[in-house]
C-alpha cells in the first residue's frame, strides 16, 4: 500500500462531477464566476479506492450521499483548559510545536501567528507536537478565512487535517457550501466516514471539534485493538465512537501500521488557507487513575 498522494499520481483518474453538485458551487464560495482549473473541481482529489467493510461505498466514493446540513446551537463551544489539560497553544506562539516538511523533515514551524491565531502557510509543512500522545481528549478551533479566490472549491478550499498519532485524521475543509466526496469534508474521519450531519459554519466564523480519541493497541505486529473517535462538531455529535480501519492517508484503503503506544499530534499543511486557535489536550488515564 502506499498513501493517498502517491496512489494518486500513479491512478490519476477523471471522474465527472454530477449536475446537481456543480449547480451547488457555481459561482464559487466568495459570490464571483470563477471556474476551477482542470483537475482542481469540486470531485477531484484522492482517487476513488476499495469498498469500505460494512458500507455500500468505496473509498471516496463521488456518489456517496452529502451529509445533511444541521445549523448548530449558539454559541459554538470555545471551552478554556481543564487544570489538567496541556494548552498546545494559547494565542501567543508555537512554543509546544515543530515543523515538518516533505519526507518527514523536522524543523522549526513555518505557519505564521498573528492576532490570538495560527495561520497555514503554504508550502512550509505541517505542524507537530513536541510531546507525544496516546487516548486523549482534545478541543480546538478552526476557521476558513473569508474572501478566498471563488475558483477554489472542493478539496482545494481550506484543506487541512487535525492528524491524530500523525496516523488518524480528521479533515479540515471549508464545508459549508462546499461540495466534495463525503468522506472527504470538514468533520470526516478521512476516507472512511462522512460526519453524521454536517454543522460546519461559513468561511470567516470559527469552527470547533472536541475529539474524543482511544489509541489502538498493538502486541508486536498484531493489532489487538483498534483506534476510536468520537467527533463532537460545533457541539454536534458527528462520530459516536467509530472503529478506524487503519492509517488514513493509506490507498485504496486505510491499514493498520504497528506503531509506539504515543505519538505527536499533527496539524497538516495542506492546501488551505486554514487557521486555529484555542488547542488544548488531555491524557486519557482511565478510571482510578
Known sequence: MVNRRGFARRMAATVPVLPALASMVEGGQAGGTATPPPGRGPMDGSPVGDMLP????RVHDRNRTQPRKVTPGEPIPTSSAPSDAMVLFDGKDLSQWNGRGRGGV???PGWKVE????ELVPRTGSLVTKDSFGDVQLHLEWMTPAGEDASRVGQFRGNSGVILMGHYEIQVLSSYNNPTYPDGSAGAIYGLYPPMVNPCLPEGQWNSYDIGFEA???EESKLVKPAYVTLFFNGVLVHNRMAL?????REPIAAY?????????????HAGPARFRNIWIRRLRGYDA
Open 257 to 269: 501500521t504497528p506503531h509506539p503506544a504515543e505519538l505527536p499530534l499533527v496539524l497538516q499543511g
Open 216 to 218: 489502538p493497541r498493538f
Open 245 to 249: 480501519l487503519g492509517t488514513t492517508s
Open 115 to 118: 492576532n490570538g491565531y495560527i
Open 54 to 57: 460494512g458500507q455500500k461505498w
Open 106 to 108: 523536522a524543523g522549526p
